[in-house]
């Protein structure tokens, strides 16, 4: 009898000196992505391809990489201007599993400033169920999550 997954969540907060509609625009549009990913240095041979529209919901994004970048897809289910955006994230390698991303985006100082979260949920499934125990997925994902942030924080504070 399958084990039953584990679901889990890593998230991450920043404050933006910027209005969420500025970071919005960064958070809607893949291509914009290569400018504060975490994981776009992973693999400088990642070969990328773009779907659907340029920006907000349907817009997707696939990338096949070496062993470190691995292989998937994402795609942007959901864009509430200026306030959330959430994705459905694919991996097909190094593990398959499909995990859910937000970004909620919430205005302080009158909206002169953003507070950015940035969450990933899923489920443990197979190996990465037994592996879950010995390494969290705080510990695997939450480090790459704070480095997209402030990279994100960089690109967009004057």
Not at 46 to 62: D, F, L, T
Not at 117 to 132: A, I, N, P
Request: overall charge negative; cysteine-free.
């Amino acid at each position: 009898m399958p084990l039953a997954p584990v679901p889990y969540r890593v998230s991450r907060t920043t404050r933006i000196e910027a209005a969420p509609e500025r970071v919005f625009t960064e958070l809607v549009d893949f291509r914009r992505w290569r400018d504060w990913s975490p994981w776009e240095g992973v693999d400088p041979d990642m070969e990328r391809s773009y779907s659907g529209p340029k920006s907000g919901v349907g817009s997707g994004y696939a990338w096949d990489g070496d062993k470190q970048a691995g292989s998937g897809s994402m795609t942007i289910t959901s864009a509430q201007r200026p306030s959330r955006v959430d994705l459905d994230l694919h991996f097909e390698k190094p593990f398959p599993s499909d995990n859910v991303i937000r970004f909620d985006l919430d205005p302080e100082d009158g909206g002169a400033a953003t507070m950015v979260t940035w969450s990933m949920s899923g489920e443990h499934t197979g190996l990465m169920r037994v592996l879950g125990r010995v390494l969290s997925m705080d510990r695997l994902v939450g480090k790459d999550l704070e480095k997209g942030l402030a990279q994100l924080k960089d690109l967009i504070e004057p």
